[in-house]
């Protein structure tokens, strides 16, 4: 089944120890999303990859970095993890370009705890 | 910036009561989206409304999209215990490229059996 896998499920990680998550989808979308979701909030967009455009938000702090070295994968980078940066990391693709607007499709998600 | 109200924060019903969950937009949205997402899951597409004034059902979902296009309700009639999670909506503004939803803040259904 054509899917969004995300790995590892679960990460732990030292505070201030570079940790990258993956993700790889064989939608063939075009775009590609990186979610921050905290304990009963909402998810919250980190950045994303239109194509190879890579797209940040303004409030998404410089410790976070991405690359999509081709259409199926994605990464995130975490160069210096603090407790503040553990939550659930959630990949996400959809569709664009052609006039339409689509339904995102989400990974199971990485959950990141900081020790 | 743009920014996406979604009330109540929570919600419990006995099973079989009824379900509303509202949400709200400060811009107009060219197209509002529905999640849910279960306990400890990821969230799930719903649906999409697109149209101003859209009405759209999925067995005992129904979901609205306001003539401003710029509120939406998701309400579930007769709740189960297979409702049980946390809704959001999701809308979208307007722009060139990619699509980049603002989530509301999330509905969590809790169900009494």
């Known amino acids: 089944d054509a899917m969004v896998i995300q790995n590892p499920r679960y990460q732990v990680t030292q505070f201030g120890k570079p940790v990258t998550l993956s993700c790889s989808q064989t939608?063939?979308?075009?775009?590609m999303y990186w979610y921050q979701q905290k304990s009963s909030q909402a998810p919250k967009l980190l950045f994303h990859y239109y194509d190879k455009d890579f797209n940040n938000e303004a409030d998404t702090p410089d410790n976070f970095q991405s690359r999509r070295p081709n259409t199926s994968f994605c990464f995130l980078d975490i160069r210096s993890p603090g407790l503040g940066d553990a939550a659930m990391y959630l990949c996400?693709?959809?569709?664009?370009?052609?006039?339409?607007?689509?339904?995102?499709?989400f990974g199971s998600g990485t959950r990141l705890t900081v020790v | 910036g743009q920014q996406v109200m979604q009330i109540p924060q929570y919600q419990h019903v006995q099973e079989g009561e009824d379900f509303t969950t509202y949400c709200n937009s400060s811009t107009t949205l060219s197209n509002i989206q529905w999640y849910k997402q279960r306990p400890g899951g990821h969230p799930v597409f719903l649906i999409q409304l697109v149209k101003s004034g859209e009405v759209k059902k999925q067995k005992r979902l129904t979901f609205q999209f306001g003539e401003a296009k710029k509120n939406s309700s998701l309400h579930i009639t007769a709740t189960q215990t297979t409702d049980v999670g946390t809704y959001f909506c999701?809308?979208?503004?307007?722009?060139?490229?990619?699509?980049?939803?603002?989530f509301g803040q999330g509905t969590r259904l809790t169900i009494n059996p």
């Open positions: 999701a809308g979208d503004r307007p722009i060139q490229g990619a699509q980049k939803l603002v």
């Open positions: 939608l063939n979308h075009n775009v």
């Open positions: 996400a693709t959809s569709r664009a370009g052609t006039g339409g607007y689509y339904g995102y499709t």
